[in-house]
C-alpha cells in the first residue's frame, strides 16, 4: 500500500478520539438519522479530509431515488453513502438498498454507516449485481496509531481515494484470505511440497498425494473455508492459476 501521508497520519490521530467521544455521547442520547448524517459529514470532513461543500453531497438523486450522501472528487461520485440512525443494527435489507443506488450509477464503492460502524462493500456489475464486503470499522473500538488501522481509514479518506488504494487494498484481501489459502493447500505444488517435507521427517514411509489432502480437508480445515460459495469460488481461481502456470512451463 502506499505510503500514508504524515500530515494524513497526525489528522486519523487527532480526531479519531474526538468523535470517539462525540459517538458515545450521541448514542446515549439516541439520535434520530437526520442527525446521525450530520456526525457522518463530519467525521467525512475532519477525518477524511473532504471539503464539505464541494466534495460531500447530500440526497444524491439516482434513478428517482435518494442515497443520503456521495462522495465526490473532481465531479466524479468515489463512493455512495447509506446512513442509519446511529443505533440502528446495520441489516441485509440495509445493504441493498445501497448496493442498488451504486449500480444503478455504476459506482464501484458503497458504505453503509451508522456513524459507529462503517462497512465498505464493492460492487461488480456483471450479468447480475454482486458484491462483498471489502472490511468494516467500528469507530468506538479503533485506535487511530495502529497502522493496520491507519491503512484502513487512508482507504476512504481523500488522499487515498485520489490513488484509489482503495482497490490495491482489495486485490490483498481478495488474494490473503482463508478461503483462498485453503484452496492453495489442497492443490499441487502445496501438497508436492509438503509430501517432500513428510518424506524427509520419517525416512521409507510411503505417502500418497491423495492422503495428505484428505487429512487437510477431513482433519485441518473447517468445512466452511472448503464448502462454501466463497470457498469453491476460490478453487476455481487457484485451478486455474496453477493450469495456467504449468501450461507457461511447457
Not at 439516541?30 to 464539505?52: A, H, K, M, P, Q
Not at 484452496?183 to 509430501?195: K, S
Not at 489432502?213 to 492459476?241: T, W
Request: contains cysteine; charged residues 35%.
Amino acid at each position: 500500500m502506499a505510503t500514508i501521508p504524515k500530515k494524513v497520519i497526525e489528522r486519523f490521530n487527532k480526531q479519531v478520539p474526538r468523535f470517539k467521544r462525540i459517538l458515545d455521547k450521541a448514542y446515549d442520547r439516541d439520535i434520530n438519522e437526520s442527525d446521525t448524517v450530520t456526525i457522518v459529514t463530519d467525521i467525512l470532513c475532519e477525518v477524511f479530509g473532504y471539503d464539505r461543500y464541494d466534495e460531500i453531497t447530500s440526497e444524491y438523486a439516482i434513478r428517482n431515488t435518494f442515497c443520503d450522501l456521495a462522495v465526490k472528487i473532481d465531479d466524479e461520485v468515489s463512493y455512495l453513502i447509506e446512513v442509519k440512525s446511529i443505533s440502528t443494527d446495520l441489516r441485509e435489507n440495509h445493504l441493498r438498498q445501497a448496493v442498488n443506488y451504486g449500480a444503478n450509477e455504476g459506482i464501484k464503492w458503497v458504505i453503509l454507516t451508522n456513524g459507529i460502524v462503517w462497512q465498505v462493500y464493492n460492487i461488480q456489475l456483471k450479468k447480475s449485481v454482486q458484491h462483498d464486503k471489502v472490511f468494516e470499522i467500528n469507530f468506538k473500538e479503533i485506535s487511530p496509531r495502529k497502522k493496520e488501522v491507519q491503512e484502513l481509514l487512508y482507504t476512504l479518506a481523500k488522499e487515498g481515494v485520489t490513488k484509489d488504494v482503495i482497490s490495491e487494498y482489495q486485490e490483498k484481501v481478495n488474494a490473503v484470505n482463508r478461503y483462498v489459502i485453503s484452496a492453495l493447500l489442497m492443490h499441487g505444488p502445496v501438497v508436492d511440497c509438503l509430501r517432500r517435507e513428510i518424506r524427509k521427517f520419517s525416512p521409507g514411509i510411503r505417502v500418497e498425494t491423495e492422503e495428505i489432502i484428505d487429512i487437510i480437508k477431513n482433519d485441518v480445515l473447517k468445512r466452511n473455508v472448503i464448502e462454501d460459495e466463497k470457498a469453491l469460488q476460490a478453487q476455481k481461481k487457484v485451478k486455474r492459476y496453477i493450469s495456467q502456470r504449468q501450461k507457461n512451463k511447457h
